[in-house]
C-alpha cells in the first residue's frame, strides 16, 4: 500500500503574536482521540508497539519507562473541549470507506507550541499499516514539540554566565536554566549540573581534534567517552569510576540540532567497583571548520531510594531538550 503524508503547517509565531493559549501535557504524553470503529485490538497494538515500548537506554533498568505515556479519549469527548484540544501532542485516528490513506500534521490549531497529526484511512487494516510504517516521523514530530516547549521554557530564565562560558570554549550558543552551575571547566573539557536532593542533572563537554571518520562510528563514540568520564567524572568510591555500561544495548541514529548535524547515541552509563548508573544521551559532531570533534554528554543521576515517583524519562529529557537548544 503506498504510503502518503501530507505536511500542513500553521504559523507558530508564539502565543502573544498567534493568540493562541500556552498547550498542556505532560512531558512525552500523547493525547490519542479515536472512535470504536478506528480503535481494534490489533490497532491497539500497534500503538503500544510505537508508543508503549520502553524509550531507547531505559530497557536496562528494572522499571523500564515507555516512549510515551498514552491517554485515549473518543472524539465525543475530544470536539469542543478546550482541555484536551490544547494538549501539546495530539493523534487523531479516523477510518472512512472515502478516506485517502494519508497523515496530515498540524502545527498550532488549538494552543503553542502543539503538533496535531491526524491519520485518516479507509479501513482498519490500512490505518494499522499508516501508523506502523509513519513511525519515524511520528516520533520526530512529537520529539520536537517536546524541545520546542522546552527552548521556550529554558529562554524565559536562562543562565547567562554559563552560557556565556560554553560559547566562549566552544563557539556553540546554548541555553542552559538557571538552577545549573557550571562545575568544572578545564582544558578543553567543561561540567556543568543541576543538583537538587532527589536527582542531579549533568551536562558534559569535550573537545578533541579530528583525526577519522571513525570518531563518529558507535565503538570509538563510546570508548572516548569512557576515556573522557574516568579522567573527569570521579567516583564517591575512590577506586571507582565511570563508565558506558557495555552489557546493555545502545541506540545510535544522525540527528540535527538546529543547524548542526550529529551523531546522537543513548544507553546507560555505570560505575566501575561502585553500585550507581543510569541513562545518558550523548551528541557527537564537528566544528564549522571540520578540525574538531566536539562531545555533549547529558545524563541523569537519580538513585530510586531517594524518590520512586520520579521519571529518569523525563529528568533525561530535561539535558536532552538543552542540547537541542545548540547552534554554532
Not at 17 to 27: A, E, H, I, Y
Not at 92 to 107: F, G, H, I, R, T
Not at 185 to 202: C, G, Q, Y
Not at 259 to 264: G, L, M
Request: with cysteine.
Amino acid at each position: 500500500m503506498a504510503v502518503v503524508a501530507v505536511l500542513l503547517l500553521a504559523s507558530c509565531g508564539g502565543d502573544k503574536l498567534s493568540g493562541l493559549p500556552g498547550s498542556s501535557g505532560k512531558t512525552l504524553e500523547l493525547l490519542l482521540v479515536a472512535n470504536n470503529n478506528a480503535y481494534s485490538n490489533r490497532t491497539q497494538m500497534v500503538i503500544d508497539t510505537l508508543f508503549r515500548v520502553p524509550q531507547p537506554g531505559l530497557e536496562g533498568f528494572n522499571q523500564p519507562e515507555p516512549r510515551f505515556d498514552v491517554i485515549r479519549i473518543t472524539n465525543h469527548d475530544f470536539e469542543g473541549n478546550k482541555m484536551f484540544q490544547a494538549h501539546r501532542n495530539i493523534l487523531l485516528l479516523e477510518v472512512a470507506e472515502s478516506n485517502p490513506n494519508k497523515l496530515y500534521m498540524k502545527q498550532d490549531s488549538w494552543a503553542s507550541p502543539q503538533i496535531v497529526i491526524q491519520v485518516k484511512a479507509n479501513s482498519q487494516k490500512a490505518l494499522d499499516s499508516l501508523l506502523y510504517y509513519n513511525r519515524d516521523r511520528l516520533y520526530k514530530e512529537y520529539y520536537n514539540q517536546e524541545y520546542r516547549r522546552m527552548h521556550k521554557v529554558f529562554s524565559a530564565a536562562p543562565n547567562y554566565k554559563v552560557n556565556e562560558a560554553v560559547k566562549q570554549k566552544y563557539g556553540l550558543n546554548i541555553i542552559f536554566p538557571e538552577e545549573f552551575y557550571l562545575a568544572k571547566s578545564v582544558d578543553n573539557f567543561m561540567w556543568i549540573r543541576k543538583e537538587t536532593k532527589d536527582f542531579s542533572l549533568i551536562v558534559l563537554f569535550n573537545q578533541a581534534p579530528y583525526d577519522t571518520p571513525h570518531q563518529f562510528e558507535e565503538p570509538m563514540i563510546l570508548d572516548n567517552l569512557d576515556t573522557m568520564l574516568k579522567h573527569n567524572v570521579p567516583s564517591p568510591n575512590e577506586k571507582g569510576y565511570m563508565a558506558t555500561e557495555r552489557r546493555d544495548f545502545f541506540h545510535t541514529r544522525d540527528v540535527h540540532l538546529g543547524d548542526i548535524f550529529a551523531i546522537e547515541t543513548r544507553g546507560r552509563y555505570c560505575c566501575v567497583d561502585d553500585f550507581y548508573g543510569g541513562p545518558f544521551v550523548c551528541y557527537t559532531f564537528q566544528t564549522p571548520n571540520n578540525e574538531d570533534v566536539v562531545t555533549m554528554f547529558a545524563f541523569v543521576h537519580s538513585p530510586s531510594h531517594r524518590s520512586k515517583s520520579l521519571s529518569k524519562r523525563d529528568l533525561l529529557m530535561q539535558v536532552d531538550g538543552i542540547c537541542h537548544t545548540a547552534k554554532w
